[in-house]
């Protein structure tokens, strides 16, 4: 009776393994093929996306290092982040959270940190740094909802909260929460839109807050000037 048991309780054990690693590896991975086709217009057909792209590659790579941390995993994990780099450009730590349908587009330079957590279809371009601040303990990078997108060259840094559908435009860098239906441009970064008409990030079309700001002060200077000549004509 008692070898019964023990016999039941091992196939349950070794059916919530299997589980596990479908949900945590396998599922997600499917997730992440798929959406390829829809974010990518250059995706033609299966054997490109599996060959020739090095975001699903390190996302490939990433899910199996994630699965061996959590089952506590010591040196491989690394090892396979390391190699990871090594071979797309993209390093991510195995102790990172991303959730399923998430698409790295070319990736060359992107850092993802060990306590990020990337939410489902999440887009991020190259050259995005999902890092810290410094040398703090605990949670130390940033959070990501759903359905965000990172323009290429954003640095999102600290244990922040961006949310559900924000977008972050190319060389933003973001210090503070953003709430979500944002888009958030400049350094450093600030919100210039609440409202999202789609999912995308037309990157063309984004605010130069910089250039604003100038155009509104060489303005004053002009009218200023005016007023000045107007003045210096009176005295004489």
């Known amino acids: ?21 479908s949900g945590l590896f396998f599922e997600p991975l499917f997730s992440d093929f798929r959406i390829i086709f829809e974010r990518d217009p250059a995706a033609r057909n299966w054997l490109e996306v599996i060959f020739c792209y090095p975001g699903f590659h390190a996302l490939c790579l990433y899910r199996f290092a994630h699965w061996l941390h959590l089952c506590k995993v010591g040196f491989i994990p690394r090892l396979i982040s390391h190699l990871g780099r090594f071979l797309t450009g993209i390093e991510i730590h195995p102790g990172a959270e991303i959730g399923k349908g998430v698409f790295i587009d070319h990736g060359m330079g992107v850092v993802i940190g060990e306590t990020a957590i990337v939410g489902d279809y999440t887009l991020i371009y ?88 100038i155009r509104s002060l060489l303005s004053r200077i002009e009218k200023l000037e005016q007023q000045l000549q107007i003045l210096t004509k009176d005295d004489h």
């Open 1 to 21: 009776m008692q070898e019964s048991l023990d016999s039941i309780s091992k196939n349950t054990n070794t059916e919530l393994r299997k589980n596990k690693a």
């Open 126 to 213: 190259q050259g995005v740094t999902l890092g810290g601040t410094g040398k703090e303990s605990g949670k130390r990078h940033p959070t990501l909802g759903n359905n965000v997108v990172v323009g290429a060259g954003a640095k999102v840094l600290g244990n922040i909260q961006i949310s559900d559908r924000v977008r972050i435009g190319a060389g933003s860098i973001v210090l503070r929460d953003v709430p979500p239906d944002s888009t958030v441009v400049g350094i450093p970064g600030r919100i210039v839109s609440r409202k999202q008409q789609n999912g995308l990030l037309e990157h063309g079309k984004l605010p130069d807050l910089e250039a604003t700001a």
